[in-house]
DNA sequence: TAGTCCCG
DNA sequence: CCTA
């Protein structure tokens, strides 16, 4: 339940960084899990391949996108939301795997949110430049449940601001296998990932992936 | 006419 | 620029 706090991010050893009231970066808390949860997702990408979404504003996402779980987040033109199935395909996202299930409630419950219960995972591949701008989770129904982000491959700078768009905004290298929970008086502040720099993970390759839980509905 | 998770 |  309490996890040891080590200082060194280079040990492979778990160990917190607290952002803020309601938000944590739990480093390395899904490192040993990693390979597991690239095999699973090769599956559900070969269900619900990558593809780049359109913004409201007519604009390619440099992110690649896709979803499991019983609702997946969407953009297009007429703007954001859930839906239970893929627009490409017209299937219903691939299920949310036990695994992945599983990690997400023991990262919320190690950050003070014992009740997670997600029905959506948002994955995220970059690719060397791809980035995102600074945005709030706001399509959720019910913002007393957190979100849980997973980084895994090359690491990233995350942007992790304040309520307002323009509050200065923390710079925090996610590794891969750091996990950022924010909940709580944190659940709607701004967040973004600075353009990927190129590089190699032994794991990954050339990219990042980054799975995103949330209780939508 | 507000919102906009784009790029510069 | 769109669309809601």
Request: aromatic share 10%; charged share 20%.
């Amino acid at each position: 339940m309490t996890l040891p706090l080590f200082e060194d991010a280079e040990s492979g050893q778990p160990w917190r960084e607290a952002l803020c009231p309601g938000a944590v970066v739990l480093h390395n808390f899904a490192t040993a899990a990693g390979a597991t949860l690239l095999t699973t997702l090769h599956d559900i990408a070969r269900q619900a391949p990558f593809r780049h979404m359109i913004t409201p504003g007519g604009f390619r996402m440099s992110v690649a996108m896709t979803n499991c779980g019983s609702c997946g987040w969407l953009s297009d033109r007429t703007g954001y939301r859930y839906a239970a199935t893929d627009p490409e395909s017209g299937k219903p996202w691939p299920p949310l795997p036990e695994a992945y299930l599983k990690l997400a409630r023991a990262a919320a419950a190690s950050a003070g949110f014992p009740d997670f219960e997600p029905d959506a995972c948002l994955i995220n591949r970059y690719a060397p430049g791809a980035r995102l701008s600074l945005h709030q989770d706001k399509d959720e129904r019910d913002f007393t449940q957190p979100i849980v982000s997973v980084s895994l491959g090359l690491p990233a700078v995350f942007l992790f601001g304040g309520l307002r768009r323009n509050d200065k905004a923390a710079r925090v290298l996610l590794t891969h296998g750091a996990v950022v929970v924010w909940g709580g008086p944190a659940r709607l502040r701004y967040h973004g990932i600075l353009s990927l720099k190129a590089g190699y993970h032994p794991l990954v390759g050339e990219q990042r992936i980054n799975l995103t839980f949330r209780k939508a509905i």
